[in-house]
């Protein structure tokens, strides 16, 4: 069935009002979409801060070792590398508590005793994982402080009479083995960004999420961020201007996660990169090995001291008032998310049903009836072909003539020279 053009004219007329609805709802849908990720990331914002807050809070009444003060507990770590007798840890702590050589100016010191944590477990967790070898490993400023601890001479064997080998046998410890240096110059540093108004220089980490863009259940922290350094070792920077946390810490930890149990640093491995430890003594290594067994005491350890947050009954309070503040400001950015997120699915299913009959309408348009310019009707002005042309008159006689007469010299009824059909015929032959 062919449509007349009033008719087509209406079904244009019907398609471009689909179009421009459907335009109208595709604006909507991406305007919905922009306030779905605005949300998401202000909620992801939100519980970052909550988990920050709870491991403080959770975190900030801790007794070093067992009751002893922070000097103590120093005392204690210094005590414990000095009995890792003929190692180069024990060496420097020697020499560092009773003199002073030139060979020594260079060395920042050794990792036990760069980093303090604040709760005994985690600093026994740190500790184990990192093992004994990293724990006494010297920490240099530059790479001349490498060269003159150790010489060797044109064979490439140790020359004992030079550098921290000629330290050791004067003052009677002689070392055995290998030992660990770490050179700050030379350790690629964190490429991230850290918190500058922070003292600590705390690194700024992406925290594993979810699909759901929440954090895994039972996820603390990193544990890069977790070490505290005393003002001795703030100001330290390498002359590329990078602190201790960004080059020895991070090169040691790098994105190791912290979970409080097994079952929780389990769940989350998939979001697991640099390997991660639980507080009930899991650990998980980058290689993908896991740790099993009883746990075993740890001769070296991180300092453990109370003073690294405020645990004073008004901060604590502080705190928790900040976490209701928080959760409060989550709960609403989650029902504000959950209300776009149901105005996207109305306006997507809006779309789609429009979409539909736009493309329904027009697969079931009929075709246009074309008039041709020769199959005029009748009644149409000039379209009887049996009319005469204006100008023009077939009966017509031209000026000066009548269609009746005859030509000069002729007779309508006269034959032509030898045709008889309309000449006068003799009597006797009619």
Known sequence: METT?????????????LQDELHRLGLKVNHHEENIRFLKSEVNTVQESIADLRIKLGKGVVIANNGASVQEAETLVIQSILNQEKTAASLVCHLRKYEQTQIMKDVLGVVATLGKVNDDNLSSLLS??????????????????????????????????????????????????????????????????????????????????????????????????????????????????????????????????????????????PLINDGAISLDGGIFRPNGSFCLGDRKNVEVKFTVTANLVDSSTHGSTTMEYQVKLKNWEKERLVEDLKREEELLKQVKDLFANLKQQLMDSRLISPPVAKVSPTNRSPATPGSNQFSATRGSNHFAASPGSSPFAATPRSNPFAGTPGNSSFAAKPPHMR
Do not use: W
């Open 5 to 17: 053009p009033l008719t087509q004219q209406v079904i244009e007329f019907n398609d471009k009002v």
């Open 128 to 269: 184990e994982y990192l093992g004994i070898d990293n724990m006494l490993g010297l920490v240099c400023k530059t790479y001349n402080c490498i060269k003159d601890l150790e010489i060797y001479d044109n064979k490439g064997i140790i020359d004992k009479k030079e550098g921290i080998h000629r330290l050791a046998g004067t003052i009677g410890r002689p070392l055995d083995g290998r030992f660990t240096v770490f050179c700050l110059e030379n350790i690629r540093p964190f490429s991230g960004k850290v918190m500058i108004d922070d003292r600590q220089r705390h690194l700024i980490l992406h925290k594993p999420r979810l699909p759901s863009g929440e954090a895994p259940p039972g996820f603390l922290g990193f544990a890069v961020n977790m070490i505290h350094m005393d003002e001795a070792y703030l100001g330290y920077l390498t002359p590329n201007g990078h602190g201790l946390r960004e080059t020895l810490f991070y090169s040691l930890f790098s994105h190791l996660q912290v979970y409080k149990t097994t079952a929780d640093l389990r769940s989350a491995i």
